[in-house]
């Protein structure tokens, strides 16, 4: 199976005001996040990408567009990448949710967690690892893929993948714009690289 570059998209306002976008329409690149995805992209420019995969959210459709451009590749949009359906909490600010018991148990016991008339981090792990598996399995052994998504996505595939509990994927940190890479191969994967983030000009 493949290696995967799990790209998490560039700064958006939302990310700068603490602000959680979920899956909420119209949430763009900033300026930051504009130079960010070109950044990324120079810093990439030599990896024969086969693929570039996105989730449909306006942000991360953005961010692979120019490793998708450099490689005459048209951006793969994709609902099993989406964010975390976050229910009522889309929108609101970290302070605010801060101070929600219910936040404590997002954080230190995730497994039982569910976005108040959202997922529940559970499904939402299965659905992502079930989509970086069939993506992997359209692709040959020594392909390299985009797939553009986001944080808690990311290190939820990523825990996975590493055999973290569920309950400790927290303690991954995944920024704005950055690159981890997994070698999937049999059943067996190996993380060579943890939230890489180019240079910015």
Not at 44 to 57: F, G
Not at 96 to 120: C, H, I, M, N, Y
Request: glycine share 6%; with cysteine; aromatic share 4%.
């Amino acid at each position: 199976m493949p290696t995967v570059l799990l790209i998490r998209h560039g700064e958006n306002d939302y990310v700068k005001k603490q602000r959680l976008a979920g899956r909420l329409p119209g949430v763009h690149l900033n300026a930051r996040g504009q130079a960010q995805a070109a950044a990324l992209a120079a810093a990439l420019k030599d990896v024969r990408l086969a693929a570039v995969y996105s989730s449909p959210l306006e942000r991360a459709v953005e961010t692979a567009q120019p490793l998708a451009a450099a490689r005459e590749l048209n951006v793969v949009r994709r609902k099993g990448l989406l964010e975390s359906d976050l229910g009522e909490w889309e929108g609101k600010l970290l302070k605010t949710l801060r101070r929600d018991k219910r936040w404590a148990v997002l954080q230190s016991k995730p497994s039982l967690f569910r976005f108040p008339g959202g997922e529940g981090m559970l499904e939402q792990q299965a659905r992502l690892v079930n989509e970086i598996e069939s993506l992997c399995a359209m692709h040959k052994p020594k392909d390299i893929i985009a797939c553009v998504l986001h944080a808690d996505p990311i290190k939820l595939i990523i825990a996975h993948y590493a055999g973290m509990p569920l309950d400790q994927f927290q303690r991954l940190n995944i920024s704005t714009a950055s690159v981890s890479t997994l070698h999937i191969h049999n059943g067996h994967a190996m993380l060579e690289r943890l939230n890489w983030v180019a240079p910015e000009a």
